[in-house]
């Protein structure tokens, strides 16, 4: 029997975070951890992220930012991939972390740079330089 609300959140969240990414997700997923997968398919992703009234690219910076306030590294890596792919660009990402630094610290600033930096270069191994006026 099919869900609309569980088959919606699975279409974002492959179309946010990628095939692979869901693929492996599933992979993982056991009976400990199968009621889990089905709450944040159906709810973060089904529900939350499918509201119209913010788009994909401003969830990305919210998420982001939450994500550095909560110290939640991990997981800030995979929502780079998906900001990226939610449009945002390499400056736009800096600028998020960069203000989120004013609100959430600089330490969390700190980690969340080398985490967002990290996956940037893997992605395109131009993005690990700063950029010439970034150079001291």
Not at 72 to 84: I, Q, T
Not at 101 to 126: E, H, I, M, W
Request: proline share 4%; with cysteine.
């Amino acid at each position: 029997m099919s869900d609309p609300i569980h088959d919606r959140g699975m279409q974002v969240r492959r179309e946010v975070l990628g095939d692979e990414h869901v693929d492996a997700a599933i992979a993982r997923t056991t009976s400990f951890t199968a009621d889990f997968q089905d709450f944040i398919t159906r709810y973060a992703w089904g529900e939350i992220w499918t509201r119209p009234a913010l788009d994909r690219r401003t969830r990305s910076c919210i998420t982001l930012t939450a994500l550095m306030a909560l110290g939640r590294f991990d997981e800030l890596g995979m929502h780079v991939r998906a900001a990226l792919r939610n449009g945002l660009s390499v400056d736009e990402i800096r600028e998020v972390l960069l203000h989120g630094a004013v609100y959430c610290g600089v330490p969390a600033a700190n980690s969340a740079f080398t985490v967002a930096q990290r996956v940037l270069a893997d992605l395109d191994p131009k993005n690990s330089e700063a950029r010439p006026d970034e150079q001291k």
